[in-house]
């Protein structure tokens, strides 16, 4: 999300950063340039008119104009006023009452609600220790309360028995009795969805509100959709009450204005994002975080958070204990390369670490294929454990068997294990080395060694 504004945004402010001093003219043709970017990006016109005039209003101050890094200064402003823009503080989920918490999930057909219904379910029972109940109230869409029973299974988290010829109001407080005789924590109920907003609609979700009285009720809007989510969010908002939104598909989106005009029009906190399909791709919403990806400043506290949740220790540490020995086989570089998928691949990684907006160009010309790592997983899984352990087994009919069992070529093999001994090689440098040499001669000692007159 918001490549697009970030890499304008990024032009624009490298410009002002080269410059020196600035005048007045420099920062309000920065600003026009901010402007257009944020237009261009999907945020609604009010929202651009308020932050420009807020920006512009403190970037021609005397502290500014006057300042030694001038450019740094109206940078820092604009990273404040987004932050503002965005919520200020990220907000959680509200589960301070007494259980069973409802939980109320409304929206449009087609935003990902069931989806995202299984995905905070997910969430709550592993950060939270919640014990959660899904309910589908959806009885127009065919298969619906069978598809939130699925991804149940999946997340391995109850759902309602489903009983024909009940309305949406009778599951609901049947989903209600039956959590306070089970014990359970939280009720996620799941309601229908229509292609556009309709009384009926409107009528329904009313009617579930009233029957379950929602602690949180949740807008799920499909972050792809521009401005026609800040539309339904304010229609819902004015008709049924929400306390907080979640952005989903906001990996597909890469203007990224629905996020930025959405709190500020509805007033209502972003709570969670959707970042992909998998049942575990759903953020916690820190608007100074999404801030600092904007203006490429890198998110390091998210990197560290995906890679705390999902890098197993037990893998870590077998990882490490061969590299402490020198024993870097391709079992561990396997490893690796499924940490690194899991972690949501390079291009999810590299959008959180700082400066690396100014790299997207030749990050382009890198082409960085996400395939990529599963065909190498692909090519290490058709070896034999002996091949993985030594790969000076692996002669041209070896190699070309390989090809065939992963469905790649010879050069990719090859490609393949040039990588890997390059990763050995560098191993058992930092081996050799050890940790006082490594401080001594940086990371420069590992490098390959190239050859003299080059």
Do not use: C, W
Request: no cysteine.
């Amino acid at each position: 999300m918001f490549d697009g504004l970030s890499g304008r945004l990024g032009e624009i402010f490298d410009r002002l950063t080269r410059r020196g001093a600035l005048s007045e003219d420099d920062v309000n043709a920065a600003m026009r340039e901010v402007r257009i970017a944020l237009l261009e990006a999907d945020v609604a016109l009010p929202v651009v008119k308020d932050f420009i005039a807020e920006v512009k209003e403190r970037a021609v101050g005397q502290e500014v104009l006057r300042s030694v890094t001038p450019g740094q200064q109206v940078i820092k402003i604009v990273h404040d006023h987004l932050v503002e823009m965005l919520g200020a503080q990220g907000s959680q989920l509200n589960l301070n009452a007494t259980p069973p918490v409802p939980i109320l999930m409304v929206g449009l057909q087609g935003s990902g609600k069931t989806t995202t219904t299984a995905k905070i379910a997910l969430r709550l029972k592993t950060r939270e220790r919640k014990k959660v109940l899904m309910a589908s109230l959806d009885t127009r869409r065919p298969a619906a309360q069978e598809q939130l029973a699925v991804l149940g299974q999946q997340v391995e988290v109850a759902t309602l028995a489903i009983v024909a010829g009940q309305g949406p109001v009778e599951i609901a407080k049947r989903a209600l009795t039956t959590a306070r005789l089970e014990g359970y924590d939280v009720v996620m109920l799941d309601t229908a969805g229509r292609l556009a907003i309709n009384d009926e609609l409107m009528a329904e979700v009313v009617a579930i509100r009233d029957a379950t009285g929602p602690v949180e009720t949740l807008l799920v809007v499909d972050a792809m959709t521009g401005q026609d989510a800040v539309t339904v969010a304010t229609n819902f908002e004015n008709r049924v009450g929400v306390t907080g939104i979640v952005l989903t598909r906001v990996d597909g989106d890469a203007r990224g204005g629905a996020a930025l005009s959405m709190r500020k029009v509805t007033g209502k906190p972003i709570k969670l994002i959707g970042v992909g399909e998998r049942v575990d791709a759903l953020e916690a919403f820190h608007p100074d975080r999404i801030a600092g990806r904007i203006l490429g400043m890198g998110d390091v506290v998210s990197l560290v958070e995906k890679a705390a949740e999902t890098i197993e220790q037990a893998e870590a540490e077998k990882l490490a204990e061969k590299m402490q020995k020198g024993t870097f086989d391709l079992d561990a570089m396997a490893a690796q390369f499924r940490q690194i998928r899991k972690m949501g691949g390079m291009q999810g990684l590299l959008g959180m670490m700082p400066g690396i907006g100014k790299l997207k160009n030749q990050l382009k010309d890198a082409n960085i294929d996400e395939k990529v790592l599963k065909r190498q997983e692909a090519i290490i899984s058709s070896m034999t454990k002996a091949e993985r352990r030594d790969v000076k087994l692996l002669n041209a009919s070896r190699r070309r068997r390989i090809a065939a069992g992963s469905g790649t070529s010879v050069q990719e093999v090859n490609k393949l294990l040039k990588q890997f001994q390059d990763m050995q090689a560098m191993m058992k440098q930092a081996k050799k080395l050890g940790q006082k040499g490594l401080a001594r001669h940086g990371l420069g000692a590992l490098m390959p060694k190239q050859p003299r007159g080059r």
